[in-house]
């Protein structure tokens, strides 16, 4: 099968490519100027952005169905506009060039972020409203691009079905995610202290099986959670001390202070133009991450079967480790 990827150099996208290609199937990548994560992998690639409409007809033309994963991540806000552009404008311009392609089916990666976190002691699942105004800027245009992808596939306009993972660690990741950044400076000592709060946190493998999965199971205009398991982050480093057999930081920050070095530290990346070590949204996250998310819908329509947290980390670590990129 011929497929198209955007978002193919990020995290999900290396551990897709990887099964699409062992599946035997076609890629083609949509690609800007990183593109180590392709790198010895049989990929047809086409140069460009989300906001460039030729490019995007170039990628999909011919392709039975699009995986579309690529966004803006921030952790700071939308001051120049270009999240929205990216996560909103940029689907838009995906979901128009699939249906003028005649694209069979959408795969489109939404987060757990596009939805409105309840209450600790209320259920998380998809029937839950999209992060509204009162969100921060990723979370509030990753919900508005799922809205308007499930509206395109109840209304019959493009066939989709929407992916929300959690937060994603495994192999292959190469850049590495924030994610994987924050696990590698737990492990070579570069973190001096344990933030409080947890995650719910997912293997890339097993998303990337799930999105296998998407191109011909699930119903068209359904979104669908992709979680793992929850765990805070004094409990990464308990496993983490087990695999690695290093002495791993056991200091927890109190909140006033990582309030205040955030604040700092988000100044200083904006004055600078880099990308600050920890904001106040990240450790937002940390704090309201729901400990019972529920994807049971996800395992009645793809046999989705997330594997142990504790064979995640085991994996994530040694791949870090024979990559040479701790």
């Known amino acids: 099968m011929q497929i198209a990827i955007t978002g193919a150099t990020g995290h999900i996208g290396a ?34 952005n989300l906001l460039d409409p030729q490019a995007i007809a170039t990628l999909v033309r011919g392709c039975e169905v699009v995986f579309h994963l690529a966004a803006r991540i921030s952790l700071d806000g939308d001051r120049k ?20 392609a005649s694209v069979r089916r959408l795969v489109h990666f939404a987060s757990v972020h596009a939805f409105q976190t309840p209450a600790t002691d209320e259920a998380f699942n998809e029937t839950l409203p999209v992060a509204g105004p009162n969100h921060y800027a990723y979370e509030r245009t990753k919900g508005m691009a799922m809205e ?17 993972p959690t937060g994603v660690i495994g192999p292959w990741d190469i850049k590495p995610s924030r994610q994987g950044k924050m696990l590698n400076d737990l ?12 995650f719910n946190w997912v293997d890339s493998r097993d998303v990337a099986l799930a999105a296998v999965s998407a191109m011909t199971e699930g119903q068209s205009g359904e979104a669908y959670l992709l979680a793992g398991r929850y765990a ?38 904006r004055w600078t133009h880099t990308e600050p070590i920890v904001t106040l949204e990240a450790l937002t996250h940390l704090r309201t991450g729901h400990p019972q998310i529920n994807y049971q819908k996800a395992v009645n329509a793809f046999g989705y079967h997330p594997r142990p947290l504790e064979k995640t980390l085991l994996d994530t670590y040694y791949w870090f480790q024979n990559t040479d990129q701790c």
């Open 187 to 198: 492990w070579n000592g570069r973190m001096p202290f344990i933030p409080g709060g947890g």
């Open 81 to 100: 506009g270009e999240v929205f552009q990216t996560n909103v404008e940029g689907t838009r311009l995906v979901m128009e060039a699939c249906m003028q």
């Open 15 to 48: 551990a897709l490519i990887r099964t699409l290609l062992r599946d035997g199937h076609q890629v083609r990548a949509l690609v800007r100027q990183d593109i180590r994560a392709l790198e010895g992998q049989n990929v047809e690639t086409v140069v460009g």
């Open 232 to 269: 805070t982050v004094m409990e990464i480093v308990t496993i983490s001390r087990s695999i690695t057999g290093k002495r791993l930081p056991t200091r927890r920050m109190p909140d006033a202070i990582l309030n205040f070095t955030a604040q700092v530290m988000t100044r200083w990346a």
């Open 148 to 164: 308007e992808v499930l509206a395109a596939g109840k209304t019959g306009r493009l066939e989709t079905i929407v992916l929300c």
